[in-house]
C-alpha cells in the first residue's frame, strides 16, 4: 500500500472506510482513529483530508447520495417511452429495496442526521432536487414528486417487511400514480 501523499486513492478509503462504518455501527460511533483504523491510513491523515468529523461525514453522505442518484440514472436513462419509464421506476424500487442492507442503514442515518441538523437536511434536499429532474425527464413536476416519495416509501416498506410486496403491487402503484384520471 501507497503511503503519504502518493496514495492518490487514501481520500476515497476514508470516505468508503467512513460508510461502511456508518452501516455496522452508526454516525454515533465515527471518531477519526477508528475511520483512520478501518481505512487503514495513519491517523494524521484524517486531519489532512478533512477538516473534522462533519466534513467527513458530509463527504460520505454525499458520495453516498452519489451513488443512489446513479442508480436512479441507469434505470432512468435507458427509458425511452412513458411505459418504459414506469417500468423502470418500478425497477428501480426494487433494485434499492433489495440492494445491500448497508445502503439502507446509511440512508436512514442521513435522515436522522437531516431531522436534526440544517446542514444534513440540506443535503438530503439536494439529493431529493436530483432525483426529481432525473424523473422530470419522463413525468412532470408534480408527478416526479410523487414519485420521487413512492420509490422512497416502497423501498423502505419491501426492505423491512418480513413477506415485501411484489413487482405486480409496485407497477400498479407506478401506474395510478402516473397514469390521469
Known amino acids: 500500500m501507497a503511503t503519504g501523499h ?3 486513492q487514501r481520500r476515497e478509503r476514508i470516505i468508503t472506510a467512513t460508510l461502511d462504518h456508518i452501516a455496522a455501527e452508526g454516525v454515533a460511533g465515527v471518531s477519526h482513529r477508528k475511520i483512520a483504523a478501518r481505512a487503514g491510513v495513519p491517523l494524521g491523515s484524517m486531519t489532512y483530508h478533512f477538516q473534522g ?5 458530509r463527504e460520505a453522505f454525499s458520495c453516498f447520495a452519489d451513488h443512489v442518484v446513479a442508480v436512479f440514472e441507469r434505470h432512468l436513462n435507458a427509458a425511452g417511452s412513458p411505459e418504459e419509464a414506469r417500468e423502470a421506476v418500478g425497477n ?5 429495496s433489495d440492494g445491500p442492507q448497508s445502503d439502507l442503514v446509511v440512508t436512514h442515518e442521513l435522515y ?12 438530503t434536499r439536494k439529493w ?16 416526479a414528486r410523487q414519485l420521487d416519495a ?22 400498479e ?5 402516473t397514469t390521469a384520471p
Open 6 to 8: 502518493a496514495d492518490p
Open 53 to 57: 468529523i462533519d466534513e467527513l461525514l
Open 92 to 96: 428501480l424500487i426494487h433494485e434499492l
Open 112 to 123: 436522522t442526521l437531516a431531522a436534526r441538523r440544517p446542514e444534513y437536511r440540506e443535503l
Open 128 to 143: 431529493m432536487i436530483r432525483s426529481r429532474q432525473l424523473l422530470e425527464r419522463h413525468f412532470d413536476a408534480e408527478t
Open 150 to 171: 413512492l420509490v422512497e416509501g416502497l423501498t423502505l416498506h419491501r426492505a423491512l417487511d418480513t413477506a415485501p410486496h411484489d413487482r405486480e403491487l409496485t407497477r
Open 173 to 177: 402503484a407506478v401506474r395510478r400514480i
